[in-house]
């Protein structure tokens, strides 16, 4: 109980200041109190305000100086006023509710990306939660799904999840439920897409989501991300994007936050440009040093399609994914998906449901984390134990993956198909950008199914490659 009530403290102390940014009550350059002074002030433990201070400053809302103190960035705060107006909008209307042999793979070591750790899948709550819909379940559950959007209870309940985890207040009204995220995307390609028009994308990105989006036969614009995530500045002016994709909340892969500046930059250039954004939202609910960053859609619920998947925070065989679409575009992708397959499976649906709201899947993902959190710890300190000084590690802040970078070193395709032959998967950086030769001293490396014993014996072996 305690360490909720510190948690709900934290969040309303980092809702406090980030609001009177937003507003430029708070105006750029204003110097904060130190954290000694805000948590006498307010009552608070000093490593309370520390921890806001580093989420905001993470976000791109504040920044240190050594020595002399933390002050607030310049984030455009003429830009600001429509966004906290829609927020607020949001707010008035929350209480309305409308392969190889499997043991080929036992025996690999597989560094892949973004993948969740199998063997602690919580199959037993799951089974007692399915058998409970099995019990009540009426036969007239049995037949076509009504609601093409997917069930009404599993919709509410995304939205209560959200709304604890991230903060991000919605109505089920507005949620699709879809066949994992990759449906989602599927669906929106066949929506916003065709031969004449254009999108820009992250890159590097997931190969998977830059293939949907080529199929189309649309022009993919690719734009580079560094440190604060996407470069928005280098969105094309020449060429006018039907969309823009983004994983701002931890950019894939490089681990980056999209800032606030650079947010609202976004959100200027998709109004006066007409294009929508599709959110990626897939794994920030593991971060490993204060809270979940605020969604994108938080700040303008019209232009955003926000896309989540419970493929991370459970297991990738559930094949359920959603998105929350503007208002204008609900009709339209319900009816896209009426041709793509009807409608999604009822009964996954309705288990998962009721495994939400009898809160395992908040246990779980608690407890994912701290498991998470051990094997990102080995894997950084194996690295470094191995490698020394050759090798930076960035992009660690959240998820399930992180960047090892070796100066002077390729960890290229090549040394991959090598160290396959030795059970062993590695992935190259390159092999998810669009434009070629740019990181090829980077990997990109998962330790969410990969337990500490496996990590050791798998660097061990890199060690002899790189």
């Not at 309305?96 to 036992?106: G, I, M, W």
């Not at 009964?347 to 407890?367: S, V």
């Not at 950086?429 to 798998?458: C, H, P």
Request: aromatic share 8%; with cysteine; hydrophobic share 40%.
């Amino acid at each position: 109980m305690h360490s909720e009530q510190n948690e709900t403290k934290t969040r309303q102390v980092y809702s406090w200041i980030r609001e009177r940014i937003m507003q430029g009550i708070y105006k750029a350059g204003t110097s904060l109190p130190s954290t000694r002074e805000l948590a006498k002030e307010l009552g608070a433990s000093r490593a309370l305000i520390v921890e806001v201070y580093e989420q905001l400053i993470a976000e791109g809302f504040l920044e240190g100086k050594q020595g002399a103190g933390t002050f607030v960035k310049d984030i455009g705060a003429m830009r600001t006023m429509q966004t906290i107006q829609l927020h607020s909008e949001g707010k008035l209307n929350e209480h309305k509710h409308v392969a190889p042999a499997r043991e080929d793979r036992l025996d690999e070591i597989d560094f892949r990306p973004s993948f969740p750790a199998l063997e602690y899948a919580p199959l037993q709550k799951w089974k007692r939660a399915e058998l409970d819909v099995y019990h009540d379940l009426p036969a007239s559950m049995l037949g076509y799904q009504e609601d093409l959007a997917g069930d009404i209870g599993l919709r509410q309940a995304i939205c209560d999840h959200l709304l604890h985890i991230k903060g991000l207040h919605c109505l089920p009204e507005q949620i699709i439920i879809t066949a994992g995220a990759t449906q989602a995307f599927s669906i929106l390609s066949r929506l916003l897409l065709t031969p004449d028009k254009a999108i820009a994308i992250e890159d590097p990105t997931a190969t998977f989501i830059h293939n949907i989006f080529a199929k189309t036969k649309a022009q993919v614009i690719p734009v580079p991300v560094d440190q604060d995530g996407l470069c928005v500045e280098q969105l094309p002016t020449d060429v006018t994007p039907q969309c823009i994709f983004v994983t701002p909340s931890h950019q894939f892969p490089f681990g980056s936050i999209l800032s606030i500046s650079r947010r609202l930059q976004l959100l200027d250039y998709a109004r006066s440009t007409g294009a929508y954004i599709i959110e990626d939202d897939y794994d920030s609910e593991f971060r490993y040093g204060g809270m979940p960053v605020h969604t994108l859609r938080e700040l303008d619920s019209e232009r955003v399609v926000y896309v989540g998947t419970f493929s991370k925070n459970l297991f990738p065989a559930l094949r359920i994914g959603y998105m929350i679409a503007p208002q204008q575009l609900i009709e339209p992708i319900i009816q896209l998906k009426r041709t793509a397959d009807m409608h999604g499976a009822t009964l996954p649906q309705l288990t998962l449901a009721r495994f939400m709201n009898e809160g395992h899947l908040k246990r779980h993902i608690l407890r994912m984390k701290r498991i998470y959190h051990k094997r990102r710890t080995h894997l950084i300190q194996t690295l470094k134990n191995t490698f020394g000084d050759k090798v930076q590690i960035t992009g660690d802040a959240a998820g399930l993956h992180l960047i090892a970078t070796w100066s002077g070193h390729h960890a290229n395709l090549l040394t991959a198909m090598e160290l396959e032959q030795h059970r062993i998967k590695i992935y190259p950086a390159e092999r998810y950008t669009i434009r070629k030769d740019q990181y090829n001293n980077s990997l990109i490396m998962g330790f969410g199914n990969v337990n500490e014993a496996k990590m050791s014996e798998g660097i061990q072996t890199l060690a002899s490659f790189i």
